[in-house]
């Protein structure tokens, strides 16, 4: 009975709309695909605690969770007084998360892997449109097998301006050679979520926190997980059964 309730919640908040039958699939990557929050507020915490400070995840989750790196950094130096240059804290960041990366799977996000392997297999062309850098994207693709399903990749390394700015889609949907009409997003935060409105294109928030729900209806639907979007695209007749 519970998860009725979300579900009446989830669909409730978002005004009605029309859209065609997507060409390509648009995916974010922390949060989305994959379940790294937890991984990204543990490193996080492993460089704080060498200046005497700690981060609650509650706090990360409702402050810092998709939000690039060097932003975060800013935000991480400021709040708990860190006497180190900023530059070299994003660099020993990024270093530890490469390493991380590398000796450590990270979960899927529920129902990933089925839904991938379905979108694939009736000719959707998948673009990964991330904040991380690329050699985190390759690190993590390396271990869990997901980059023979991605066309095209845009990571932070592409792009001048991350996520809110549109930026990186836009350069995704122009090198795919497509209408923005012709694309559908996937992403969990508001930050993601800006970034794909901000471009233009449809956008799909998947975020089973529902008490994240409220920042994220200027999203064109919500849905629980990819389960769910995989069914609604099914029934309105946007991908073939």
């Known amino acids: 009975m519970p998860v009725l309730k979300e579900l009446v919640f989830t669909f409730k908040v978002l005004k009605p709309f029309t859209m065609k039958a997507p060409k390509a699939l648009l995916f974010d990557l922390d949060g989305t695909l994959i379940d790294s929050e937890f991984f990204h507020f543990e490193c996080w915490n492993e460089i704080l605690t ?31 007084g860190i006497d180190k240059p900023l530059p070299q804290i994003i660099e020993r960041r990024e270093k530890l998360t490469l390493e991380r990366l590398k000796t ?70 122009e090198k795919l050679g497509l209408q923005k009409e012709e694309c559908l997003v996937f992403e969990d935060t508001i930050n993601g979520v800006k970034s794909a409105k901000a471009a233009g294109l449809t956008c799909f928030a998947i975020q089973s926190n529902t008490d994240e729900h409220d920042k994220l209806t200027i999203a064109d639907k919500l849905f629980l997980d990819f389960k769910e979007v995989k069914d609604y695209l099914v029934n309105n007749r946007l991908i073939a059964a």
């Open 104 to 173: 450590k799977d990270v979960n899927l996000m529920p129902h990933v892997a089925d839904v991938l392997e379905y979108f694939h297999q009736n000719a959707l062309i998948l673009a990964l449109v991330t904040s991380s850098p690329r050699q985190d994207v390759e690190a993590v693709f390396e271990r869990n097998g997901l980059g023979k399903y991605f066309k095209l990749i845009i990571t932070r390394t592409e792009v001048t301006k991350s996520k809110p700015d549109p930026e990186s889609y836009l350069v995704c949907v």
């Open 50 to 80: 060498e200046s005497g400070a700690k981060l609650t995840y509650e706090d990360w989750l409702k402050n810092y969770a998709g939000v690039p790196l060097p932003t975060n950094a800013a935000r991480l130096v400021e709040k708990y």
